[in-house]
Protein backbone atom coordinates (compact mmCIF):
# COMPACT_ATOMS: atom_id res chain seq x y z
CA UNK A 1 0.00 0.00 0.00
CA UNK A 2 1.27 3.32 -1.38
CA UNK A 3 1.69 5.68 1.75
CA UNK A 4 0.30 9.00 1.88
CA UNK A 5 3.97 10.68 0.81
CA UNK A 6 6.80 9.41 -0.15
CA UNK A 7 10.49 10.73 -0.56
CA UNK A 8 9.19 10.83 -4.61
CA UNK A 9 6.92 13.13 -3.72
CA UNK A 10 9.08 16.29 -1.68
CA UNK A 11 11.70 15.45 -4.32
CA UNK A 12 9.35 15.79 -7.28
CA UNK A 13 8.10 18.74 -5.13
CA UNK A 14 11.15 20.95 -3.97
CA UNK A 15 13.51 19.11 -6.19
CA UNK A 16 13.54 21.36 -9.32
CA UNK A 17 13.71 24.27 -6.80
CA UNK A 18 16.29 22.98 -4.85
CA UNK A 19 18.36 22.09 -7.25
CA UNK A 20 18.51 25.93 -8.91
CA UNK A 21 19.15 26.88 -5.34
CA UNK A 22 22.07 24.73 -4.84
CA UNK A 23 23.74 25.03 -8.95
CA UNK A 24 26.91 24.43 -8.79
CA UNK A 25 27.24 22.70 -5.08
CA UNK A 26 25.68 19.52 -6.21
CA UNK A 27 27.58 16.91 -7.68
CA UNK A 28 26.95 14.84 -10.51
CA UNK A 29 26.27 11.69 -8.51
CA UNK A 30 23.77 13.71 -6.45
CA UNK A 31 21.74 15.36 -9.30
CA UNK A 32 21.75 11.35 -10.39
CA UNK A 33 20.71 9.95 -7.16
CA UNK A 34 17.56 12.61 -7.24
CA UNK A 35 16.38 11.83 -10.62
CA UNK A 36 16.73 8.16 -9.83
CA UNK A 37 14.48 8.94 -6.84
CA UNK A 38 12.06 11.45 -8.52
CA UNK A 39 11.34 8.94 -11.54
CA UNK A 40 11.34 5.68 -9.70
CA UNK A 41 8.20 3.75 -10.89
CA UNK A 42 6.93 6.40 -13.06
CA UNK A 43 6.12 6.35 -16.66
CA UNK A 44 9.35 7.86 -17.67
CA UNK A 45 11.50 4.59 -16.72
CA UNK A 46 8.63 2.61 -18.85
CA UNK A 47 7.52 -0.61 -18.09
CA UNK A 48 6.96 -4.37 -18.03
CA UNK A 49 4.43 -6.81 -17.63
CA UNK A 50 3.92 -9.12 -14.84
CA UNK A 51 1.47 -12.24 -14.86
CA UNK A 52 0.49 -15.04 -13.04
CA UNK A 53 1.08 -18.82 -14.95
CA UNK A 54 -1.62 -20.01 -12.76
CA UNK A 55 -5.11 -18.03 -12.99
CA UNK A 56 -3.64 -15.67 -15.87
CA UNK A 57 -4.14 -12.59 -14.46
CA UNK A 58 -1.57 -9.74 -15.98
CA UNK A 59 -1.20 -6.24 -15.19
CA UNK A 60 1.57 -2.98 -16.56
CA UNK A 61 4.16 -2.00 -13.63
CA UNK A 62 6.44 0.42 -14.09
CA UNK A 63 10.13 -0.27 -13.89
CA UNK A 64 12.25 0.71 -10.81
CA UNK A 65 15.32 3.11 -10.78
CA UNK A 66 17.00 0.17 -8.66
CA UNK A 67 19.42 3.10 -7.24
CA UNK A 68 20.83 2.06 -3.67
CA UNK A 69 19.79 5.67 -2.58
CA UNK A 70 16.26 4.72 -3.56
CA UNK A 71 13.71 4.38 -0.48
CA UNK A 72 11.31 2.78 -2.62
CA UNK A 73 13.52 0.20 -3.95
CA UNK A 74 15.72 -0.40 -0.79
CA UNK A 75 13.08 -0.59 1.52
CA UNK A 76 12.44 -3.91 1.86
CA UNK A 77 16.53 -4.64 1.65
CA UNK A 78 17.28 -2.22 4.25
CA UNK A 79 14.70 -4.00 6.81
CA UNK A 80 16.25 -7.32 6.23
CA UNK A 81 19.80 -6.38 6.52
CA UNK A 82 18.58 -4.62 9.68
CA UNK A 83 17.16 -7.69 11.29
CA UNK A 84 20.11 -9.80 10.19
CA UNK A 85 22.28 -7.76 12.36
CA UNK A 86 19.35 -7.76 14.93
CA UNK A 87 19.69 -11.50 15.16
CA UNK A 88 23.53 -11.29 15.25
CA UNK A 89 23.64 -9.22 18.40
CA UNK A 90 24.12 -10.91 22.24
CA UNK A 91 20.89 -10.92 24.31
CA UNK A 92 22.20 -8.04 27.05
CA UNK A 93 22.19 -4.02 27.11
CA UNK A 94 24.03 -2.24 24.50
CA UNK A 95 25.63 1.16 25.13
CA UNK A 96 26.00 3.55 22.10
CA UNK A 97 29.45 5.59 22.09
CA UNK A 98 30.17 8.04 19.79
CA UNK A 99 33.80 9.03 18.95
CA UNK A 100 33.71 12.55 17.89
CA UNK A 101 36.81 14.70 15.63
CA UNK A 102 36.81 18.37 15.55
CA UNK A 103 34.89 20.46 12.91
CA UNK A 104 38.32 21.60 11.46
CA UNK A 105 40.20 17.74 10.59
CA UNK A 106 36.56 17.77 8.04
CA UNK A 107 38.36 19.07 4.91
CA UNK A 108 41.85 16.97 5.79
CA UNK A 109 39.06 13.89 5.96
CA UNK A 110 37.04 15.24 3.07
CA UNK A 111 40.19 14.93 0.94
CA UNK A 112 41.74 11.81 2.61
CA UNK A 113 38.98 9.59 3.04
CA UNK A 114 40.69 6.06 3.82
CA UNK A 115 43.47 7.54 5.70
CA UNK A 116 41.22 9.76 8.00
CA UNK A 117 38.52 7.14 8.55
CA UNK A 118 41.08 4.20 9.24
CA UNK A 119 43.02 6.36 11.55
CA UNK A 120 39.46 6.87 13.57
CA UNK A 121 38.40 3.37 13.36
CA UNK A 122 41.56 2.21 14.60
CA UNK A 123 41.69 5.17 17.47
CA UNK A 124 37.91 4.03 18.71
CA UNK A 125 39.30 0.16 18.96
CA UNK A 126 42.01 0.93 20.54
CA UNK A 127 40.31 3.31 23.22
CA UNK A 128 37.71 0.85 23.60
CA UNK A 129 40.15 -2.27 24.11
CA UNK A 130 42.09 -0.16 27.03
CA UNK A 131 38.84 0.83 28.23
CA UNK A 132 37.65 -2.76 28.72
CA UNK A 133 40.91 -4.24 30.06
CA UNK A 134 40.83 -2.04 32.76
CA UNK A 135 39.06 -3.36 36.26
CA UNK A 136 39.08 0.19 36.97
CA UNK A 137 36.90 1.19 34.30
CA UNK A 138 34.41 -1.49 34.10
CA UNK A 139 31.86 -2.75 36.32
CA UNK A 140 33.36 -5.62 38.07
CA UNK A 141 30.16 -7.60 37.18
CA UNK A 142 30.01 -6.81 33.54
CA UNK A 143 32.65 -6.47 30.88
CA UNK A 144 32.74 -4.08 27.92
CA UNK A 145 33.49 -6.34 25.08
CA UNK A 146 35.08 -4.87 21.37
CA UNK A 147 34.27 -8.23 19.70
CA UNK A 148 30.26 -7.57 19.88
CA UNK A 149 31.06 -3.80 18.78
CA UNK A 150 29.52 -2.98 15.32
CA UNK A 151 30.33 0.39 13.81
CA UNK A 152 28.75 3.73 12.00
CA UNK A 153 30.95 5.99 10.55
CA UNK A 154 28.91 9.58 9.60
CA UNK A 155 30.53 12.41 8.12
CA UNK A 156 29.65 15.39 6.23
CA UNK A 157 32.11 17.88 4.87
CA UNK A 158 30.47 20.70 6.59
CA UNK A 159 30.48 19.71 10.17
CA UNK A 160 32.80 17.17 12.48
CA UNK A 161 33.20 13.05 11.69
CA UNK A 162 31.40 11.15 14.23
CA UNK A 163 32.20 7.59 14.58
CA UNK A 164 28.81 5.54 16.12
CA UNK A 165 29.96 2.22 17.86
CA UNK A 166 27.19 0.22 19.84
CA UNK A 167 29.18 -1.87 22.97
CA UNK A 168 27.77 -4.86 23.88
CA UNK A 169 27.53 -4.86 27.97
CA UNK A 170 27.95 -8.60 29.72
CA UNK A 171 29.11 -10.95 32.05
CA UNK A 172 31.99 -13.24 30.91
CA UNK A 173 30.98 -16.42 32.53
CA UNK A 174 27.68 -16.37 30.93
CA UNK A 175 29.92 -16.54 27.76
CA UNK A 176 31.27 -20.28 29.17
ZN1 LIG B 1 13.80 3.24 -6.88
Wanted: aromatic content about 6%; overall charge positive; glycine content about 4%.
Amino acid sequence: MRPDLEVADIFRSAGPTYRAAHAGHLSLHQLKVMSAIETCRTAALGGHVEACEDCGHWRVAYNSCRNRHCPKCQGAAARTWLAEREADLLPVGYFHVVFTLPAEIADIAWQNKALVYDLLFRAASETMLTIAADPMRTNRKSAVSPLSASSRLTASPASSLKLSASIGNWSPRSMS
